[in-house]
C-alpha cells in the first residue's frame, strides 16, 4: 500500500511560481507511473502532468503544456510538479497519484494524496 503526501501549495501572486512534492512511502515508487491532477470548487478532477516509472516520458495538458515540469526523483520517492507562469485559473488543489499505466484518466490510478491547495491571485 502507498501513501502519497503532497506539500507545497500555498499562495501566490499571477505569475509567481511553485513547486510541489509528491513524498510516496509504503512502496517502491519506481514501479508506478505518477500524475498530477487538481480540482477546482464545484469542478471534475483533471489531469494536468504525468511521468512514467522512470522519468523518461511526460505528459501535460495543454492548458499548463510549457508552464509546469513533473519530474521523479526514484531514490527519494519523490515526485516534483514546477509550476511557473501561474495563472488565477490555476487555482485548484492539486493531488499526486500513482499507478501502473502513464495515463491521462482519474480512474487509471490507485493510489492518492490528500491534496494540496494551491492559491493564485489576480
Known amino acids: 500500500q502507498v501513501q502519497l503526501v503532497e506539500s507545497g501549495g500555498g499562495l501566490v501572486q499571477a505569475g509567481g511560481s511553485l513547486r510541489l512534492s509528491c513524498a510516496a512511502s509504503g512502496g517502491t515508487l519506481s514501479y508506478y507511473a505518477m500524475g498530477w491532477f487538481r480540482q477546482a470548487p464545484g469542478k471534475e478532477r483533471q489531469f494536468v502532468a504525468a511521468i512514467n516509472w522512470s522519468g523518461g516520458s511526460t505528459y501535460y495538458a495543454d492548458s499548463v503544456k510549457g508552464r509546469f515540469t513533473i519530474s521523479r526523483d526514484n531514490a527519494k520517492s519523490t515526485v516534483y510538479l514546477q509550476m511557473n507562469s501561474l495563472k488565477p485559473e490555476d487555482t485548484a488543489t492539486y493531488y499526486c497519484?500513482?499507478?501502473?499505466?502513464?495515463?491521462?484518466?482519474?480512474?487509471?490510478?490507485?493510489?492518492w494524496g490528500q491534496g494540496t491547495q494551491v492559491t493564485v491571485s489576480s
Open positions: 497519484a500513482a499507478g501502473r499505466r502513464t495515463t491521462y484518466t482519474v480512474h487509471d490510478y490507485d493510489y
